[in-house]
């Protein structure tokens, strides 16, 4: 076909010429930019590390990436054809499958929030499939054997569409061509995460032992005061048996009993304590909790130390661990005492319920973000803490009373108030005595 054809093929008197140099021109500009594109789409698919896949509206793999063989150890070729269950162990085909997952939802008003996320999604924009956890079955390097489930993906999935003619109604149709999505390997992140969560069950246990020994060796003194009594009684009586009239006699027996219930009930909450296990995380009241936590306070204060509870919290719900949470302020209480050294003094615990405006950093850096708070302050007035003190005052195995614990009572108060989204802040002078504030987040 010739330039002159072009100049010659259209009505003169349009006055309009067509140029057939600029037109092929132009054709070569697009041919050239498009192989540009397709060759940076397959540079870019070629050296990510995630899963990029295309799947046909039966669900077959069309196309695949090179990174599926860093992941599950299949080439892309291998993948072609076959349909993504290939991939997936049964029970996990079962679980996100929209060929299993739709027949067990029919007739159920689902909505955005609540809609099955599915691997081979067919919604689109803010309904698409993101962030949807998924076991993928991995083939041996060493041989053809597939294991299953030893994969954790995390995929992101759209539907692909094509918009043609309705011949019955003479308008357009959407005709479902398939999905696309994205496999990202968080295989490391996962267990990362796991053992996190074992070093968190660690740290409770440690935590745990700490509060126990400081809290036993403050039973036990008590123990020995209400022994002493008893056998002091006892010795009197045998000495005054015969002698001692009817009603002083009866005086003694409630001394003794007396003591044996406070003994009894001593060691009883002690072995109570030791025998608990971590809870799981449920609605609480914070209200409740701390009655416990101040039964031992009052326990372990020997008189000398007056304890102020101070609740005035309307809805101190939360939601939490009953024994971490106990396992922490137990220890919180045990560091105030710690601090007033056995001289005496005032341990105040206070609730309150606070609104958080706009975003506040606490001594520790940490960032309070807006929103309904729980505070709990747990306030003393022992020795007080120095800079340097602040400085390092969760640092791991940091302690002042190195010969008392272990040096990791307030990591773990920490630790376990950020497992419960919550933030710790603290005021402290020498010689003036300390504050602790906590902020649990409100459940909405």
């Known amino acids: 076909m010739s330039a002159e054809y072009f100049n010659n093929g259209v009505d003169s008197d349009a006055g309009v010429g067509v140029d057939a140099d600029s037109v092929f021109s132009e054709m070569r500009r697009l041919t050239a930019e498009n192989s540009h594109l397709q060759e940076y789409l397959d540079r870019i698919a070629g050296i990510t590390s995630a899963i990029i896949y295309i799947l046909d509206a039966n669900g077959r793999f069309i196309f695949v990436n090179r990174g599926v063989e860093d992941i599950l150890n299949f080439s892309p070729e291998e993948l072609i054809g076959k349909h993504f269950s290939f991939i ?37 924009g803010p309904r698409r499939t993101r962030n949807m956890e998924v076991r993928l079955m991995m083939r041996c390097p060493d041989d053809y054997r597939v294991m299953a489930g030893s994969i954790t993906g995390v995929v992101e999935v759209e539907g692909a569409y094509s918009l043609g003619e309705n011949m019955a109604s003479g308008g357009s149709k959407e005709t479902f061509l398939g999905s696309q999505g994205v496999i990202f390997d968080i295989t490391k992140y996962k267990e990362a995460e796991l053992d996190r969560l074992d070093l968190h069950k660690r740290l409770f246990q440690i935590q745990k032992t700490d509060a126990i020994g400081k809290l036993s060796g403050k039973i036990a003194h008590d123990l020995n005061n209400k022994l002493g009594s008893i056998i002091g009684t006892a010795e009197i009586m045998k000495q ?34 030791s025998r608990k296990g971590e809870s799981p995380f449920e609605r609480l009241d914070f209200h409740n909790l701390l009655d416990r936590v101040m039964e031992y306070a009052e326990t372990i204060g020997n008189g000398n130390v007056s304890i102020h509870k101070i ?48 975003p506040t950093k606490t001594v520790f850096l940490s960032l309070l973000v807006p929103g309904d708070y729980l505070l709990v302050s747990v306030g003393d007035t022992g020795v007080g803490m120095d800079d340097e003190v602040k400085k390092r005052l969760f640092e791991p195995f940091f302690t002042t009373h190195s010969e008392k614990g272990f040096g990791l009572g307030l990591v773990s108060i920490r630790e376990c108030i950020r497992n419960h989204g919550g933030i710790i802040n603290m005021e ?5 005595g300390s504050r602790f504030d906590i902020y649990f987040p409100k459940p909405s």
């Open 88 to 124: 997936l162990p049964p029970e996990e085909y079962e679980r996100v499958s929209r060929e299993a997952v739709l027949p067990r939802i029919a007739g159920r008003v689902i909505g955005s929030d609540s809609a099955p996320k599915l691997f081979d999604e067919r919604r689109r």
């Open 240 to 273: 005054c048996l015969h002698t001692t009239d009817p009603q002083t006699l009866s005086m003694y027996i409630d001394t003794i009993l007396s003591a044996s219930k406070h003994a009894a009930d001593l060691s009883n909450r002690l072995s109570e304590f």
């Open 311 to 358: 609740l005035l919290s309307k809805q101190p719900i939360i939601i939490g661990s009953e024994t971490i949470l106990q396992n922490a302020m137990l220890n919180l209480v045990m560091n105030a005492f710690e601090a007033m050294n056995g001289n005496g003094g005032a341990l105040t615990i206070e609730t309150n319920d606070v609104t958080i405006k706009t």
């Open 428 to 432: 402290s002078d020498v010689g003036k």
